[in-house]
T-cell receptor, first 113, second 111 residues
Framework: GENVEQHPSTLSVQEGDSAVIKCTYS??????FPWYKQELGKRPQLIID?????GEKKDQRIAVTLNKTAKHFSLHITETQPEDSAVYFC????????????FGTGTQLKVEL | DVKVTQSSRYLVKRTGEKVFLECVQD?????MFWYRQDPGLGLRLIYF???????EKGDIPEGYSVSREKKERFSLILESASTNQTSMYLC??????????FGSGTQLSVL
């Protein structure tokens, strides 16, 4: 089955700096790569996703890039703000796994004032 | 907005008890999932279902079973609870290969 690795496990940045979280996947047939944000005590929520026919996608301060050859994808957050502090999960799914997602182990992002 | 409701926010059970975790969604989604969340391990898929009376094993199905008698309801069953099943359990639903909508979770403690 699919295996997703996520790094780093914790990330601390100063407000206004950029943050980058990286994930690798194992199943070359995977074709859907979402990112979920989980604030403390709340449920995970989708913040951005990308499909395998696209190399990059941007939504305001967040962007995701995908390198299918290397089987890795990354989340980029620019101009970080305190409300960006949360746990971020990457995930992968595709023909090999049907509609089910395999998640990474999560990154605790802390944005310091 | 989609609502995924889990019956209990906190649950305390004893070793060996049979435990039912209930999940209901109100958006007529075909797909429903049960994940468990543990620190440092992320979200791990236990079971999922694409249709009524249909179920498939996820990555960690041992010690669990599920039931989907109606499209909107997906139940997770711990036949004989053990201390290593103490965890946060998250239910989710989706339509096709799209956004997952999560419930607020059930924190289960097995003593």
């Amino acid at each position: 089955g699919e295996n997703v690795e996520q790094h780093p496990s914790t990330l601390s940045v100063q407000e206004g700096d950029s943050a980058v979280i990286k994930c690798t996947y194992s199943d070359s047939a995977s074709n859907y790569f979402p990112w979920y944000k989980q604030e403390l005590g709340k449920r995970p929520q989708l913040i951005i996703d990308i499909r395998s026919n696209v190399g990059e996608k941007k939504d305001q301060r967040i962007a995701v890039t995908l390198n299918k050859t290397a089987k890795h994808f990354s989340l980029h957050i620019t101009e970080t703000q305190p409300e960006d502090s949360a746990v971020y999960f990457c995930a992968a799914s595709g023909p090999g796994g049907g509609n089910k997602l395999t998640f990474g182990t999560g990154t605790q992002l802390k944005v310091e004032l | 907005d989609v609502k995924v409701t889990q019956s209990s926010r906190y649950l305390v059970k004893r070793t060996g008890e049979k435990v039912f975790l209930e999940c209901v969604q109100d958006m007529d989604h075909e797909n429903m999932f049960w994940y468990r969340q543990d620190p440092g391990l992320g979200l791990r898929l236990i079971y999922f279902s694409y249709d009524v009376k249909m179920k498939e094993k996820g990555d960690i199905p041992e010690g669990y079973s599920v039931s989907r008698e109606k499209k909107e309801r997906f139940s997770l069953i711990l036949e004989s609870a053990s201390t290593n099943q103490t965890s946060m359990y998250l239910c989710a639903s989706s339509s096709g290969l799209e956004k997952l909508f999560f419930g607020s979770g059930t924190q289960l403690s097995v003593l």
